[in-house]
């Protein structure tokens, strides 16, 4: 069992859409949850953190951890083709700066 | 502020043959890690170095990977004999001390290996 594991799409959406993105994860000991935005043949950039459960919002991004689940989650509201990516979830204990990803979820917004 | 640098972009070499690749990291940052990408995986680190120590490299295959910082600055990470299964993206990343969570990612090498 991986331990962390994304559903590696892809997604295809129309333009306006709200996107859903998730992760689970089995390390009870992960603390930190980041989302990464990854576009073709880039480097992944860091979208959102979030530190032990709870939300966060960031203008059309919203994070969202559930530690009782293993679960995390990110939405995107009023997609834009610029969006169109790969989305990498992440996470770490507190006193390891060591990442553990997920596989990745390619998203296409169409126009 | 620069980000971090990369080179070279792309490579194909045939297996058996070495390879090695370059890392500038974010100027100020102690923190440098190496990673293997592989198509449709996410990234897994190699090895991370604190200054010019390394911190981990327990994912390192060090019978045919090796990876250096002499100066605590730049990097080199070295595959000697590559296999097909080496066939992937090598992202170097770099952090500073008080930055915590925030690591910042190069452009990446593609390595191909036929």
């Known amino acids: 069992q991986k331990e962390v594991e994304q559903d590696p799409g892809p997604l295809s959406v129309p333009e306006g859409a709200i996107v859903s993105l998730n992760c689970t994860y089995s390390?009870?000991?992960?603390?930190?949850f980041m989302w990464y935005r990854q576009y073709s043949r880039k480097g992944p950039e860091l979208l959102m953190y979030?530190?032990?459960?709870g939300n966060k919002e960031d203008g059309r991004f919203t994070a969202q951890v559930d530690k009782s689940s293993k679960y995390i989650s990110l939405f995107i509201r009023d997609s834009q083709p610029s969006d169109s990516a790969t989305y990498l979830c992440a996470m770490r204990r507190s006193n390891d700066y060591k990442l553990s990803f997920g596989a990745g979820t390619t998203v296409t917004v169409r126009a | 502020e620069a980000g971090v640098a990369q080179s070279p972009r792309y490579k194909i070499i045939e297996k058996r043959q070495s390879v090695a690749f370059w890392c500038n990291p974010i100027?100020?940052?102690?923190?440098l890690y190496w990673y293997q990408q592989i198509l449709g995986q996410g990234p897994k680190l190699l090895i991370q170095?604190?200054?010019?120590?390394?911190?981990?490299d327990s994912q390192l295959p060090k019978d045919r990977f090796s990876a250096e910082r002499l100066k605590g600055v730049d990097s080199t990470l070295k595959i000697q004999p590559a296999k097909l299964e080496d066939s992937a993206v090598y992202l170097c990343?770099?952090?500073?001390?008080?930055?915590?969570?925030?690591?910042?990612f190069g452009p990446g090498t593609r390595l191909t290996v036929t």
């Open positions: 170095f604190q200054n010019n120590g390394v911190v981990d």
């Open positions: 990343a770099s952090s500073s001390p008080g930055g915590g969570y925030e690591q910042y």
């Open positions: 979030t530190y032990s459960s």
């Open positions: 390390n009870s000991a992960f603390q930190y």
């Open positions: 100027s100020g940052h102690a923190t």
